[in-house]
């Protein structure tokens, strides 16, 4: 069967100004596994949307070779809203303008609505229980109503991806290394798509605290597993956020290198038949998302950096300087130091930081003190 292509409207349109997500859908609805994709939430995020241009064009052949066993759902910009959002010539991408907050957080929960309504379905058959839990997900879904165009959608996207086996939402950082989040269940199983993208770290954490897009899919499964520790429910949804590198990383050779990638596991995964070929060695193992520092500017400044990505640090190594341009030009500037061993993730792109702000990120291994308790994303 052919790519579909569908325009979906978001409701409570600005009157003139009607948005839409595009979404590309490959295979016979319903087959397995479903794997889903989207790019950009965060819209100022471009190497997503490069590479899901990629990964069509690798589906088109795919599909064109009658290679594809599943279905496949692509939505190649998540954010039409965010990726009008300019000011003064400057895009502003992760956050909703009109007062919405992170495009990526606040995602609907899916685990109390039903919770309760799918106890009855529930039996010892996983296959059924899985079924039953996902029926119940899209009736809950399909009864909810729009507040706002941000909720809009949210409900849009939710809706095309809530009973895939594998959500992946493409980002990226400021600047960074490739890497990326998952539930713990998912490791190893996630392990092959790691490797062969080359991230340099997987993040794990049961629940960030975000209420993110990936969380929104993989955690009711866990949670439901908790509730009903008498009927077996699998953490039926990989859900990933990849994270694609650096906002200016964006050449179409990283993209289809991470097309390529993707393309794999979804034959690794069972989604389309063929020979993946030799699984690269994994460059990093997984680790806690609460043993990754995040470094915070301490006052406004100038960063400048004393390391680079993929630096390997010690607990107490020099990272930034902080330099306060009304400062006495003798003195030293602020200094900020690594609070662990580990390795250099992330760093930003924008030079003059806030008090607070996300200076830098350090992949450690051991759980730090400060990161046990809240949300373990930035906003
Ligand atoms: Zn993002």
Not at 20 to 27: F, N, P, Q, T
Not at 297 to 315: C, E, M, N, Q, W
Request: one cysteine or more; glycine letters at 8%.
């Amino acid at each position: 069967m052919p790519r579909r292509s569908e325009r979906l409207l978001l409701d409570h349109a600005t009157p003139g100004a009607q948005r839409e997500i595009l979404v590309h859908r490959y295979g016979t609805p319903g087959a397995r596994p479903k794997a889903y994709f989207q790019a950009s939430l965060h819209a100022d995020e471009v190497p997503a949307m490069l590479a899901a241009q990629h990964l069509l064009r690798r589906l088109d052949e795919a599909e064109a070779h009658g290679a594809i066993r599943g279905e496949i759902v692509v939505v190649p910009y998540a954010n039409p809203l965010g990726l009008a959002q300019f000011v003064n010539s400057e895009h502003m991408g992760r956050y909703e303008l009109g007062g919405g907050g992170n495009f990526n957080r606040h995602w609907p929960d899916l685990f109390a609505p039903v919770a309760e309504t799918v106890a009855a379905a529930l039996g010892d058959s996983e296959a059924e229980n899985v079924a039953a839990i996902r029926a119940a997900m899209g009736k809950y879904l399909d009864g909810c109503a729009a507040r706002d165009a941000l909720d809009s959608l949210r409900l849009t996207l939710a809706r095309l991806a809530f009973d895939a086996d594998l959500v992946f939402d493409m980002h990226c950082d400021a600047a960074a290394l490739i890497y990326m989040f998952l539930i713990p269940d998912h490791w190893p199983l996630a392990a092959d798509i790691a490797a062969d993208l080359g991230c340099r770290a997987v993040l794990l954490a049961a629940d960030s605290g975000g209420a993110s897009f990936d969380e929104a899919f993989s955690t009711p499964w866990t949670r439901l597993a908790a509730k009903y520790p008498e009927h077996p429910i699998p953490a039926a949804c990989l859900a990933a956020t990849l994270e694609l590198r650096g906002q200016a990383d964006v050449t179409d050779a990283l993209a289809a290198q991470d097309a390529g990638a993707l393309f794999r596991g979804l034959q690794r995964h069972g989604v389309i038949t063929g020979d993946p070929g030799p699984l690269p060695e994994a460059l990093c193992d997984a680790t806690g998302l609460d043993a990754c520092e995040t470094l915070r500017a301490p006052s406004y400044g100038i960063v400048t950096y004393a390391v680079a990505l993929g630096d390997h640090l010690r607990k107490g190594d020099l990272v930034a300087r902080l330099t306060d341009p009304a400062g006495d030009p003798a003195a030293a500037p602020r200094q900020v130091r690594a609070g662990t061993d580990g390795l250099v993730l992330s760093l930003r792109n924008r030079m003059w930081l806030q008090p607070g702000e996300t200076l830098a990120r350090i992949a450690g291994r051991e759980p730090l003190v400060e990161r046990q308790a809240g949300k373990l994303l930035d906003d």
